[in-house]
């Protein structure tokens, strides 16, 4: 037995009145794992600070408020105020969800190419009910964590996206998540399914923002699966509004010989954190994890990656880098596991962070779990601020203080944009990350 705390009760009601909601229109396979992952979510509760997992993040600004579920449907003015975003505008074929539910009206799968599957996870377990049944739910956990159970149990909409073996798209397929609270605090539970079939090549961008300056909380999974052999590229843009709470699990799949590189960017949020895991489940997989932070004011990101070397002969490559100013704090736990029979592994890891005030706290725990004996492994973290040579150097040639000070700032965090292949995100991102910089330092004449 478990005793229900205060802060969970509205989320079981919640739980509740969404199963009466659903009943008749989702197969019993899924009611079960809801009603399993509920009960896991109401045993386990919200994690503390005396969880090691969540030494350094405490979520208590969230499990303090009474949220309330998001509601769903498109307004004429919401309509307008999403065309203009400019994260609307990247040129490829886009899925739009409105507080976790899909948008139609605002959506393109039609520019796909035939034969890839795109759209409302709701629908696809009306009509791709089978095929979702032998992945939804099965790599992402929720009997040991709080929020993946709470999201499991609240599981309802979000994208599907299956490309089909051999297929090559040229272009990104864009999932963007755009919250409205409507003035009231609100909490949606996101869930997408990706799968690239075999010898597939496919990108996905992720992104999360909100129309407002407003609170609500955003608590996502995402359960991505690689085929063998299939290169996938994944981009994650955290650009949630500043009063903002957000969680996301990324939990990737990998099968032999696929190539699978991720890129964090984390912007938004008054407490944000993400979670990165990757299983190289398939002999000779790669796995490339590149992420940045960029916060100020009283911002807090937390970002935990895990990297599972469960078969030999896989390599990875991670880096993370921070942006620190203000009063805000970051947080990056870095794990590679390499199993008993993982031989020939070849992994390294690396946090690096800039702290732009004396105010801003990084707690960086890079950390390497070895159980094979023929392996290849490092890790290592970096915290500095900027060099004065570097800013004395940029000051003898003409350019003002806070000039050179961005300047050095974006060359910092060009090293993980500059990854970003597609470059219509790149350029976005680039310029975001400049007037951020100038809006916050200014920049004043030599």
Same mark, same amino acid.
């Given at each position: ?257 696929? #190539?699978?590189? =991720?890129?964090?960017? @984390? ?5 944000? $954190? *993400?979670?990165?895991?990757? /299983? &190289?489940? !398939? ?19 937390? #970002?935990?990656? =895990?990297?599972?070397? @469960? ?5 990875? $490559? *991670?880096?993370?880098?921070? /942006? &620190?100013? !203000? ?40 950390? &390497? ?78």
């Amino acid at each position: 037995m478990f005793v229900v705390k205060e802060n969970e009760g509205p989320y079981l009601s919640s739980f509740t009145a969404l199963e009466q909601k659903l009943a008749a229109s989702t197969p019993s396979w899924v009611h079960a794992i809801r009603k399993a992952a509920i009960g896991s979510f109401a045993e386990l509760g919200f994690p503390t600070t005396h969880d090691e997992e969540w030494k350094y993040t405490s979520v208590a600004p969230i499990t303090n408020i009474s949220f309330q579920p998001a509601p769903d449907g498109l307004t004429g003015s919401l309509a307008e105020k999403t065309w203009r975003l400019p994260l609307a505008a990247l040129g490829c074929s886009r899925l739009v969800f409105i507080n976790g539910h899909y948008c139609r009206g605002l959506s393109t799968p039609e520019t796909l190419p035939k034969g890839v599957k795109a759209g409302s996870l709701a629908a696809a377990l009306v009509d791709d009910g089978t095929l979702l049944e032998g992945h939804l739910a099965r790599y992402t956990d929720y009997r040991d964590h709080a929020f993946v159970a709470l999201n499991t149990a609240f599981l309802e909409d979000g994208a599907f996206v299956e490309i089909p073996k051999g297929l090559v798209l040229e272009k990104p397929i864009h999932l963007l998540y755009i919250s409205d609270a409507g003035g009231q605090p609100t909490v949606s539970h996101p869930r997408n399914l990706i799968v690239a079939g075999r010898q597939s090549q496919v990108a996905i961008i992720e992104s999360y923002v909100g129309l407002a300056e407003e609170m609500y909380f955003t608590n996502a999974v995402t359960e991505l699966v690689a085929g063998e052999g299939a290169v996938v590229g994944y981009y994650k843009v955290q650009q949630e509004s500043t009063p903002a709470y957000h969680y996301a699990r990324v939990q990737i799949h990998q099968e032999r010989s696929s #190539n699978v590189s =991720t890129h964090s960017i @984390a912007l938004g949020g008054l407490l944000a $954190r *993400e979670e990165v895991r990757t /299983v &190289l489940g !398939g002999e000779g997989a790669e796995a490339t994890l590149n992420g940045l932070y960029v916060i100020t004011g009283q911002q807090h990101v937390d #970002n935990h990656t =895990t990297i599972d070397h @469960a078969k030999p002969h896989c390599n990875s $490559r *991670e880096l993370y880098k921070g /942006v &620190l100013e !203000g009063k805000s704090t970051g947080v990056f736990n870095g794990k590679i596991i390499v199993r008993k029979d993982a031989q020939k592994t070849d992994s390294k890891q690396s946090n690096k962070n800039l702290l732009l005030s004396e105010d801003a706290v990084i707690n960086t725990k890079p950390q &390497l779990e070895i159980y094979a004996d023929d392996v290849k492994c490092t890790h290592g973290a970096t915290i500095g601020q900027i060099d004065p040579e570097a800013i004395f150097y940029l000051r003898s040639r003409g350019i003002g203080q806070s000039e050179a000070r961005n300047l050095l700032t974006h060359a910092f965090a060009n090293d993980i944009l500059g990854r970003i292949k597609y470059e219509p995100l790149r350029q976005w991102l680039e310029g975001t990350l400049f007037r951020r910089l100038t809006k916050d330092h200014g920049v004043e004449e030599a």
